[in-house]
């Protein structure tokens, strides 16, 4: 988490490409779904004559290449919040994609931190020892799938964002936002008294 000040409140970068280990498990899956579309494609067109059998290769890179686009956009995805004294603005960008989502602070409430969820054992993993990898893959899923994020109700829609925002980075994001917009989400949402008044 990095947070830095600009003339009317802070920008707090939630996340950057490849800074956790999920992220870097979609480059590889990116870069698997990306060679197995292209050589597919590459050798149905060498071995094949038939019109419907190239169009069909042609279907199924492409649907292949759409995957890929997905892991490559959650890999290189960055977000931002930025907090100005009346609104909290959600920015995210990815490979090709950005959207901005703005929300008025007079219409947010329980904002609230959403824990990962223990892991539990994986019904066949091994009692001493995880032979098969079973409780491996569930742990991996659930880093990748997990929350840790921050979530806020906003006019009877729930928010999330953020991915793995630990607990202490928490109480900070809620502090700064006390500190621009001068509303204390952890105590319902009532005004902080400015000092000079």
Request: no cysteine; net charge negative; hydrophobic share 40%.
């Given at each position: 988490m990095n947070i830095k000040d600009f003339p009317e409140g802070k920008i707090i970068t939630l996340s950057k490409p490849f800074d956790t280990r999920g992220k870097i498990l979609y480059i590889i899956k990116f870069s698997c779904f990306?060679?197995?579309?292209?050589?597919?494609?590459v050798t149905m067109f060498a071995s094949s004559n038939s019109i419907g059998l190239i169009i069909f290769a042609i279907v199924f890179g492409a649907v292949y290449l759409i995957a890929g686009y997905r892991f490559i956009?959650?890999?290189?995805?960055?977000?931002?919040?930025?907090?100005?004294?009346?609104?909290?603005t959600i920015s995210r960008r990815g490979f090709l994609s950005h959207k901005a989502s703005?929300?008025?602070?007079?219409?947010i409430s329980n904002f609230r931190s959403?824990?990962?969820?223990?892991t539990t054992a994986h019904p066949l993993a091994g009692?001493?020892?995880?032979?098969?990898?079973?409780?491996?893959?569930?742990?991996?899923?659930?880093?990748?799938?997990?929350d840790n994020r921050i979530a806020f109700d906003y006019n009877g829609k729930t928010v999330k964002f953020g991915e793995n925002i630990y607990s202490w980075d928490f109480d900070e994001i809620e502090r700064l936002i006390c500190e621009v917009t001068g509303i204390d989400f952890r105590r319902g949402k009532r005004k902080i008294p400015h000092p000079m008044e």
């Open positions: 990306s060679i197995a579309a292209i050589a597919f494609v956009n959650k890999a290189l995805q960055t977000e931002k919040l930025f907090i100005i004294k009346d609104s909290l703005t929300y008025a602070t007079a219409g959403l824990d990962k969820p223990e009692q001493t020892f995880d032979y098969l990898g079973f409780q491996t893959e569930q742990k991996v899923i659930s880093e990748m799938h997990g």
